[in-house]
Each structure stands twice: as structure tokens, then as C-alpha cells.
């Protein structure tokens, strides 16, 4: 396929078993681990587990990825549509919550089919923000979570750190069609999302101010008390990071304090604030195949 996928448009040529592109994949979905995960929000995680699939390749180039293994490497394995319907109902009857969809943006036709055959639990798609609305339109129906991070309100930030000047804007577009699908967020009685948007922020050192004014866009687009707010504070200098400087230490707790104060004064009160000690490397998950 001639691939428009993602807001890059890079136009490559993507078949099943030749791989192309920024996030240089096949067409068919590449899924690096497919198990119960208990490291999102509680609302997400529950006490059963997320049924998470980890899909490798990304088409961003975040400097401090935790994921690195699969989002810039090569880790992960070729599956069908139809295996990857099977790997939901298997996670399905492990006792999953949902089905939690990890970097899925460059696979979405193929996920799109798997789809057909909803499961009976929630779908998630978990994603960096950087999406193109035609594509998040081809979800409509099948995803009813959406888990976006917004990363950057900064447009030199974005591109300093993750090679994409446009995550802005992108990632606005975006934010406003998941909550155009799902509408205001509804949970059950036990406190599990059946619906909705939880949006993620992972603050960052030493961009307080980059943090404060994504508050403030996704505020622009969405009333606070229709959707969740995730705060994280779980950043750790990996990779490319450790290079430099500004970048190669964890969050202060001035910081994190500065940080969800503005937070709850701009009204999102609704969500979850990550302590400054969630700060390791634990919640990694092995990509070893496992559930492929």
C-alpha cells in the first residue's frame, strides 16, 4: 500500500512482507507482546489487567522512549488480521478488562479488519496523540477508549525531541475527533472507563511551561469534566536523552507540584496524578513474543 497513514503522509510503499516508511513496517501488524498489563491508570488496569498489545515501529522519534526495543528497533512479529483476532479473544479469556491497543497508528487498516468481530470488552487505543483524523475515522465504531498522550504544545520542542514540529497541531486535530467519537467518558460502578478519553501528559524536566500551556490547549478543545486527565511524572532519562543535557535528569518535585496545581486550577479534577517516585524502570514490560 502506498502509505498516507500518519500525519508524515511519507507516501511509502508498504506490503505485507516488506517493511517501508518512517516507522519502516509491513502493512501486516508487527506485535512485539499481547499479556495482561497492570501499569496503566486504574481505571484502564482494574484488578484483571489490561489485555495489552504492544505493536512495534513508531512514527515518532522520541529522544527518551521507554519502548525503544520495538518503537525504533526491530523487535516483534509478522501477524494476520486473523491472528490478531485470536490474540484478543486469548486475552479476553485471561480475564482482561479491555483490549489495550499500543501503537497501533501504522497498522490501522489491518487492526480495522481484526476489528470486524468486536470483542466483548472495551477497545483502547493507546496512542502518542500524532494522529491523522481520516485514519482515527477508520476506528469509528470499533475503539471506544481513547488513551492519547499530548506531549507538546511547543512546536520546537516537538521537533527537537521527537522529530515533529507539526505534534501540535496534530495531536489538537486528533484529541477533538476521539472526543467527537466517544463522547464524555462513562465508568462503571467499580470505577473501569467503558468509554471515553483519558488523555496522557508525561511531564518533562525543566518544561514546566511547555507542560502548563498543553493544559491549557487541551482545555481549548475539550470541557474538563467530560474527559479524564492523566499527569505523569514517570519520566527517565533513556537513550539519546542521557546526551543531553537539559534532558538526562528526572523530574523535580517542585516541579510535579507546580504542575498539578495549574492543573487542578484550570478544572481538571477528573484523573490521576502520578507521584515523582513512579519514576523507574519496573513497569517495562519484557518484548520477548510472549502471547504472539
Known amino acids: 500500500m502506498i502509505c498516507i497513514l500518519c500525519p508524515r503522509q511519507c507516501g511509502a510503499t508498504r506490503t505485507e512482507n516488506t517493511a517501508g516508511g518512517f516507522c519502516n513496517q509491513p502493512a501486516l501488524p508487527v506485535v512485539a507482546r499481547a499479556a495482561l498489563h497492570f501499569g496503566e491508570e486504574p481505571c484502564i488496569s482494574g484488578t484483571r489487567g489490561s489485555g495489552t498489545v504492544f505493536f512495534s515501529g513508531c512514527n515518532l522519534r522520541c529522544c527518551f522512549c521507554q519502548n525503544e526495543i520495538i518503537s525504533h528497533g526491530g523487535a516483534g512479529r509478522p501477524v494476520t488480521a486473523a491472528r490478531l483476532r485470536e490474540i484478543f479473544s486469548e486475552l479476553e479469556a485471561l480475564g482482561a478488562h479491555n483490549i489495550n491497543l499500543v501503537t497501533g497508528t501504522h497498522f490501522i487498516p489491518a487492526i480495522a479488519e481484526a476489528l470486524e468481530h468486536s470483542p466483548s470488552v472495551p477497545v483502547v487505543w493507546n496512542s502518542s ?3 491523522s483524523v481520516d485514519a482515527l475515522r477508520l476506528l469509528e465504531g470499533k475503539v471506544q477508549i481513547y488513551l492519547p498522550d499530548f506531549k507538546y504544545a511547543d512546536p520546537a520542542l516537538a521537533q ?3 522529530g515533529a514540529a507539526d505534534y501540535p497541531d496534530r495531536a489538537a486535530e486528533a484529541l477533538s475527533e476521539m472526543l467527537r467519537q466517544t463522547g464524555p467518558c462513562v465508568l462503571t460502578e467499580d470505577g473501569l472507563l467503558r468509554r ?5 501528559h508525561l511531564l518533562l524536566p525543566g518544561k514546566l511551561e511547555n507542560t502548563k500551556a498543553v ?5 481549548e478543545i475539550c470541557p474538563p469534566e467530560d474527559i479524564l486527565f492523566s499527569l505523569m511524572s514517570q519520566y527517565v532519562p533513556l537513550g539519546r536523552a542521557l546526551t543531553m543535557p537539559d534532558m538526562a535528569r528526572r523530574i523535580r518535585k517542585s516541579e510535579y507540584r507546580a504542575a498539578a496545581a495549574y492543573l487542578e486550577a484550570c478544572g481538571f479534577t477528573n ?3 502520578q507521584e515523582p517516585d513512579a519514576a523507574t524502570t519496573e513497569m517495562i514490560p519484557a518484548f520477548d513474543l510472549t502471547g504472539v
Open 129 to 131: 496523540g500524532y494522529e
Open 160 to 162: 527537537r525531541l521527537s
Open 196 to 200: 471515553g478519553v483519558l488523555v496522557r
Open 215 to 219: 493544559i491549557d490547549r487541551v482545555r
Open 271 to 273: 484523573g490521576y496524578l
